[in-house]
């Protein structure tokens, strides 16, 4: 097969993401359309299943299928809504774990780890602004019931993963479409301290709008909204949104989540 250069990720325009986000975006539709058909045939048979936990078993089954469905190919969920700029609002500053300890964002750097080598590359704040910058308005949604439009401006997480190769078990630089089984299904994500801590789906993590952001509503992050650098990931709850980024790592392992292990659905979108 010819695995022919990918082009670097700060050399594709605009144009290129948005096609690529719509072929993805198809071949979701197709699957949806077909699990519809499949559920609507099969709906005569589950109703009439004994129960698992109050659920018939087959959509239980059904369930756990779809998860691991979503992880054998590279599939972004839908786009969640954008809205217009002068909508913008500032969220509250909500939670604070692993942003506790004495820190210095100026003396701040990042850790790119992938699960299958030793060595991580240790990026600054200059090479990942480097990378294609993107500008958008989404709602932060927490599952305490609020929810506020965000002018968010960062990086895309699937630009990084293209640029450093760091998403791949082969180590050469993602390629999204030809070669989705090249990638780790995972990606986690901790403080400096790790006292914060999230795991995504490999799906979420390079979906168009999951973001590294560094400014908010035209504005340098604060530290108590994650400066020098967060994660946004408009497809998730406000938990998934770590805030003071330390490390990424790329892993074929489900990776821990601070919330998950409290009770929380481990996937968190809405
Ligand atoms: N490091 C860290 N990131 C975090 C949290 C946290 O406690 N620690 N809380 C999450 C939750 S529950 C929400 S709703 C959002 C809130 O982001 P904001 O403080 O910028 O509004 O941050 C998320 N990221
Ligand atoms: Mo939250």
Known sequence: MNESVVVPAAERNDREVEQRMRRLTRRGFATGGM?????????????????????????????????????????????????????????????????????????????????TEKRPLILTLAQIK?????????????????????????????????????????????????????????????????????GLDIESALHPQTLLCYAMNGRSLTVEHGAPLRLVIPVKYGIKNIKRIGTIRFTDERPADYWAERGYDWYAGH
């Open 35 to 115: 699990g519809a058909l499949a559920g609507l045939l099969a709906w005569g048979w589950v109703r009439t299943r004994p129960q698992d936990q109050g659920i018939p078993w087959p959509l239980r089954r059904m369930l756990e299928w779809n998860a691991t469905l979503a992880q054998s190919y590279f599939r972004p969920t839908r786009l969640a809504p954008t809205f217009s700029m002068n909508v913008a609002r500032w969220p509250r500053a909500n939670g604070n774990l692993g942003l506790q300890n004495a820190f210095d964002p100026a003396a701040w750097s990042l850790r790119l780890e992938n699960a």
């Open 130 to 198: 480097s990378l294609p910058r993107v500008d958008m308005v989404t709602e932060l949604k927490c599952i305490e019931g609020w929810s506020d439009p965000v002018r968010w401006t960062g990086v895309r997480l699937a630009d990084l993963a293209l640029r450093w190769g760091k998403a791949t078990r082969s180590g050469k630089a993602a390629d999204l479409e030809r070669f989705p089984s090249d990638l780790l299904r995972y990606v986690s994500i901790s403080t400096p301290d790790m006292g914060y801590y999230v």
